[in-house]
């Protein structure tokens, strides 16, 4: 959010990202944030982190959707392994 003269511009992703998050915190934990006075609030923050799928999180998403049987098979293995 940033203003230009008279007009405030807005970008309306980032808006109703933290609005939702806001709305969520606060209806279905009872956690008060505000997400536009505090950017960077933990609740803020560790639902970005949940949320964003990217890199190894993306190919093992796409692994268990394809391949959901062998990527249990794989799980069970590797948890005896270690």
Same mark, same amino acid.
């Given at each position: 959010?940033?203003?230009?003269? =008279?007009v405030l511009v807005l970008e309306?992703? !980032? $808006? #109703?990202t933290r609005y939702t998050n ?11 944030? =505000? ?6 609030? !933990? $609740? #803020? ?24 049987k062998l990527m249990q098979v ?9």
């Amino acid at each position: 959010m940033s203003v230009d003269g =008279d007009v405030l511009v807005l970008e309306l992703k !980032e $808006f #109703y990202t933290r609005y939702t998050n806001d709305v969520i915190a606060t209806a279905a934990f009872g956690i008060g944030v =505000d997400s536009f006075r505090q950017p960077t609030n !933990e $609740f #803020y923050m560790m639902g970005q982190d949940v949320t964003f799928i990217g890199g190894l999180r993306a190919f093992k998403w796409l692994a268990y959707v394809s391949m959901p049987k062998l990527m249990q098979v794989s799980a069970v293995v590797r948890n005896h392994l270690h």
